[in-house]
C-alpha cells in the first residue's frame, strides 16, 4: 500500500512534459533545428539515432521527426521523439498526420503523445502514396490540415469525441499540446497562399515551418503578407543544404519552389569534392540574410545524410552566441 501511494503521488505517467516550442523560440534571438526522418520499417534504428546524437551535440537546439512522407512505410515517429526528449534531453516536434485516420483514431493516437510527455506537433494532412493522383480521405475522415488542428485545439480545451457514459465536457483532463502547421510562401496563388495558412491559424497554430525555402525574398514577401492579415506567429523557414545545380533544379521542380540564379551561381554544375563544402557556404549566406529579415530560427531539412547538416550546424552555433 505505502509503494501504490508513493506511485499515485508522482505524475500519472513518468515521462516527463516537453519543453514548448513556444517557449524556446519566445526565448531565443534566433534558433537552430533540425528535421531527421524515421529508417525504412525493417532497416536498422541505429543511424537515425546516430543522426541525433550528432546533430545535438552540433548545436540543434530542438528537432523534429517526420511520419512516413509520401506515404512511405515508415513507421516510429513517436519512440524516436520520444527518444529526444528523455534520452538527449531536447524538445522534439512530432510530424503528426490525419490522412488515413478517423477523428477516433486522431484521438487515441494524440493521448498517446499526451501520456509520453509529447507538447510539439506539427500537424499535417499528409501526403498520398507517391502515384496516386486522385486522393480521398477515409469516410469521415479531413480533407485538410485545419481540420486536424481544430480537433487537436478541442483536446487542449478538454472537449473530447462525445462518448455515451463519458464524463462530460467538464470532466476531461485537457492536453497541453504546441500545435504547429506547415505552409507554402512559394504557392502561386497569392490569395490562397494566405487563406490555406490563416485558416490554420484560426483554428489553433501556434507556429509556422515553411516547406523548401532557399529564396529569401520569397519568405519577406509571405512575412508581410501575414503582417497585413494579422497574423502574428512565428515562422520558421525550412530549408536544406544543396551541393549542386543539378541538385536544386531537381529540387526546384519537385516541390515546386523558387531558388533564385544568384544561389544556383554559388553551386557546382555535378556534385563533386567540394560540393558539401560550396553548399554549407551558401547555407550560411542564407542563414544570415534570413536572420536580417526577422526569422526567429532555421530548421534544416536533414534527408538522409546528416553530415552536412552536421557541418553548417557547428559553423553557425558559435556566430548565434
Given at each position: 500500500?505505502?509503494?501504490?501511494?508513493?506511485?499515485?503521488?508522482?505524475?500519472?505517467?513518468?515521462?516527463?512534459?516537453?519543453?514548448?516550442?513556444?517557449?524556446?523560440?519566445?526565448?531565443?534571438?534566433?534558433?537552430?533545428?533540425?528535421?531527421?526522418?524515421?529508417?525504412?520499417?525493417?532497416?536498422e534504428q541505429a543511424k537515425v539515432?546516430?543522426?541525433?546524437?550528432?546533430?545535438?551535440?552540433?548545436?540543434?537546439?530542438?528537432?523534429?521527426?517526420?511520419?512516413?512522407?509520401?506515404?512511405?512505410?515508415?513507421?516510429?515517429?513517436?519512440?524516436?521523439?520520444?527518444?529526444?526528449?528523455?534520452?538527449?534531453?531536447?524538445?522534439?516536434?512530432?510530424?503528426?498526420?490525419?490522412?488515413?485516420?478517423?477523428?477516433?483514431?486522431?484521438?487515441?493516437?494524440?493521448?498517446?503523445?499526451?501520456?509520453?510527455?509529447?507538447?510539439?506537433?506539427?500537424?499535417?494532412?499528409?501526403?498520398?502514396?507517391?502515384?496516386?493522383?486522385?486522393?480521398?480521405?477515409?469516410?469521415?475522415?479531413?480533407?485538410?490540415?485545419?481540420?486536424?488542428?481544430?480537433?487537436?485545439?478541442?483536446?487542449?480545451?478538454?472537449?473530447?469525441?462525445?462518448?455515451?457514459?463519458?464524463?462530460?465536457?467538464?470532466?476531461?483532463?485537457?492536453?497541453?499540446f504546441c500545435i504547429g502547421a506547415?505552409?507554402?510562401?512559394?504557392?502561386?496563388?497569392?490569395?490562397?497562399?494566405?487563406?490555406?495558412?490563416?485558416?490554420?491559424?484560426?483554428?489553433?497554430?501556434?507556429?509556422?515551418?515553411t516547406d523548401m525555402l532557399f529564396?529569401?525574398?520569397?519568405?519577406?514577401?509571405?512575412?508581410?503578407?501575414?503582417?497585413?492579415?494579422?497574423?502574428?506567429?512565428?515562422?520558421?523557414?525550412?530549408?536544406?543544404?544543396?551541393?549542386?545545380?543539378?541538385?536544386?533544379?531537381?529540387?526546384?521542380?519537385?516541390?515546386?519552389?523558387?531558388?533564385?540564379?544568384?544561389?544556383?551561381?554559388?553551386?557546382?554544375?555535378?556534385?563533386?569534392?567540394?560540393?558539401?563544402?560550396?553548399?554549407?557556404?551558401?547555407?550560411?549566406?542564407?542563414?544570415?540574410?534570413?536572420?536580417?529579415?526577422?526569422?526567429?530560427?532555421?530548421?534544416?531539412?536533414?534527408?538522409?545524410?546528416?553530415?552536412?547538416?552536421?557541418?553548417?550546424?557547428?559553423?553557425?552555433?558559435?556566430?548565434?552566441?
Amino acid at each position: 500500500m505505502r509503494h501504490f501511494r508513493k506511485i499515485t503521488e508522482m505524475a500519472v505517467f513518468p515521462f516527463k512534459p516537453d519543453r514548448k516550442l513556444t517557449d524556446v523560440l519566445r526565448e531565443s534571438p534566433f534558433t537552430l533545428s533540425a528535421e531527421v526522418i524515421p529508417p525504412r520499417n525493417g532497416s536498422e534504428q541505429a543511424k537515425v539515432l546516430d543522426q541525433i546524437q550528432l546533430l545535438t551535440q552540433a548545436g540543434a537546439q530542438f528537432l523534429a521527426v517526420t511520419k512516413g512522407a509520401g506515404g512511405s512505410l515508415r513507421g516510429g515517429s513517436l519512440p524516436i521523439a520520444q527518444a529526444i526528449k528523455e534520452t538527449f534531453g531536447v524538445p522534439c516536434i512530432a510530424h503528426f498526420t490525419c490522412r488515413d485516420l478517423t477523428p477516433f483514431e486522431v484521438e487515441n493516437q494524440l493521448v498517446d503523445h499526451h501520456y509520453f510527455g509529447i507538447r510539439n506537433i506539427l500537424a499535417l494532412r499528409g501526403d498520398p502514396p507517391e502515384g496516386v493522383i486522385e486522393w480521398k480521405p477515409r469516410e469521415g475522415g479531413y480533407n485538410y490540415a485545419y481540420e486536424l488542428i481544430g480537433q487537436i485545439s478541442s483536446m487542449n480545451r478538454g472537449d473530447y469525441i462525445p462518448r455515451p457514459g463519458g464524463p462530460g465536457r467538464d470532466g476531461f483532463e485537457r492536453t497541453d499540446f504546441c500545435i504547429g502547421a506547415a505552409l507554402y510562401p512559394d504557392f502561386p496563388d497569392s490569395e490562397k497562399r494566405i487563406s490555406y495558412f490563416e485558416k490554420k491559424v484560426l483554428a489553433g497554430a501556434q507556429y509556422g515551418i515553411t516547406d523548401m525555402l532557399f529564396d529569401p525574398d520569397v519568405y519577406a514577401r509571405f512575412r508581410d503578407q501575414c503582417d497585413r492579415n494579422g497574423i502574428t506567429v512565428p515562422i520558421l523557414p525550412g530549408t536544406r543544404i544543396l551541393k549542386s545545380r543539378s541538385q536544386a533544379l531537381k529540387m526546384a521542380a519537385r516541390f515546386n519552389v523558387t531558388i533564385p540564379a544568384s544561389l544556383l551561381s554559388q553551386l557546382p554544375e555535378e556534385p563533386g569534392p567540394d560540393s558539401e563544402e560550396r553548399g554549407i557556404e551558401v547555407l550560411l549566406k542564407l542563414v544570415s540574410r534570413l536572420r536580417e529579415l526577422g526569422a526567429p530560427g532555421i530548421h534544416l531539412f536533414v534527408i538522409s545524410d546528416a553530415q552536412a547538416a552536421v557541418g553548417a550546424l557547428k559553423l553557425l552555433a558559435p556566430l548565434l552566441g
